[in-house]
T-cell receptor, first 116, second 115 residues
Framework: GAVVSQHPSWVICKSGTSVKIECRSLDFQATTMFWYRQFPKQSLMLMATSNEGSKATYEQGVEKDKFLINHASLTLSTLTVTSAHPEDSSFYIC????????????FGPGTRLTVT | AQSVTQPDIHITVSEGASLELRCNYSYGATPYLFWYVQSPGQGLQLLLKYFSGDTLVQGIKGFEAEFKRSQSSFNLRKPSVHWSDAAEYFCAVAAPTGTASKLTFGTGTRLQVTL
C-alpha cells in the first residue's frame, strides 16, 4: 500500500515551452502533497507544499509563477514548469501524506526533466 | 534554520560487513529524525524514524539508528550488508512544531557493496 506514482518518468522539452508533471496517490487519499527538486549528487530541496483545494505554499526562493502547482483532488497534484529554461533541468520528486502533519510521507519515483 | 550533514558522500563496503552511515543535524531543539533509501527508478523509502523515547530505533531491512543528543547525531547502522543494500541513503529532519511535516534532507551517502 501507500504507492505514489509520477508521470511522466522523464521528459524532454524545448526552451520556452511548458511541461506538466503529475503526481498521484494510488491507494490512499493525500491531504498534503510536497514537491521536491533534486540536482545531481545533491539533496532534495523542498519547493512547495500543497493541500487539496487550496493554494500551494512555496518555499523561499521558488518562483510560484514559474512552478505552478495544482492539488485539485485528494489523489492528484500537478506541477507545471512554465516557460522552461535549461536551468530548470532537474529531477522532480513528489511525496504525499495521508493527514498532516503525520510525518509519514510516501514518495513518487521522480520525473527527470531536460530542457534543451 | 535546521540543517543536516552527511559527511560521507560515498562509502564502499564488502557484502557481509557492517555499515555505519553518519548524520549530524543542527536544530534548536530535538527534531524528528528520519532515514530514507533511494534506489534507481524507485521513490524514497522510509527506513526508520525517531520522534522520542528509546534512542535506539529499529527499522526495516535490518537497519537501526541511534539518536545521540549530545552529539546531535542520528547514525544509521546495519550489522551485515547485503548486495541489495547498494543505494543512496538520505538523513532528514523535520521540525516537530510545524503545521506541515516539511523535511530537510542531507546531501546523501551513496553506498556501494562489493561482492
Amino acid at each position: 500500500g501507500a504507492v505514489v506514482s509520477q508521470h511522466p518518468s522523464w521528459v524532454i522539452c524545448k526552451s520556452g515551452t511548458s511541461v506538466k508533471i503529475e503526481c498521484r496517490s494510488l491507494d490512499f487519499q493525500a491531504t498534503t502533497m510536497f514537491w521536491y527538486r533534486q540536482f545531481p549528487k545533491q539533496s532534495l530541496m523542498l519547493m512547495a507544499t500543497s493541500n487539496e483545494g487550496s493554494k500551494a505554499t512555496y518555499e523561499q526562493g521558488v518562483e510560484k509563477d514559474k512552478f505552478l502547482i495544482n492539488h485539485a483532488s485528494l489523489t492528484l497534484s500537478t506541477l507545471t514548469v512554465t516557460s522552461a529554461h535549461p536551468e530548470d533541468s532537474s529531477f522532480y520528486i513528489c511525496s504525499a501524506e495521508t493527514s498532516g502533519p503525520s510525518y509519514e510521507q510516501y514518495f513518487g519515483p521522480g520525473t527527470r526533466l531536460t530542457v534543451t | 534554520a535546521q540543517s543536516v550533514t552527511q559527511p560521507d558522500i560515498h562509502i564502499t563496503v564488502s557484502e557481509g560487513a557492517s555499515l555505519e552511515l553518519r548524520c549530524n543535524y543542527s536544530y534548536g531543539a530535538t527534531p524528528y529524525l528520519f532515514w530514507y533509501v533511494q534506489s534507481p527508478g524507485q521513490g524514497l523509502q522510509l527506513l526508520l524514524k525517531y520522534f522520542s523515547g528509546d534512542t535506539l530505533v529499529q527499522g526495516i531491512k535490518g537497519f537501526e539508528a541511534e539518536f545521540k543528543r549530545s552529539q546531535s547525531s542520528f547514525n544509521l547502522r546495519k550489522p551485515s550488508v547485503h548486495w541489495s543494500d547498494a543505494a543512496e541513503y538520505f538523513c532528514a529532519v523535520a521540525a516537530p512544531t510545524g503545521t506541515a511535516s516539511k523535511l530537510t534532507f542531507g546531501t546523501g551517502t551513496r553506498l556501494q557493496v562489493t561482492l
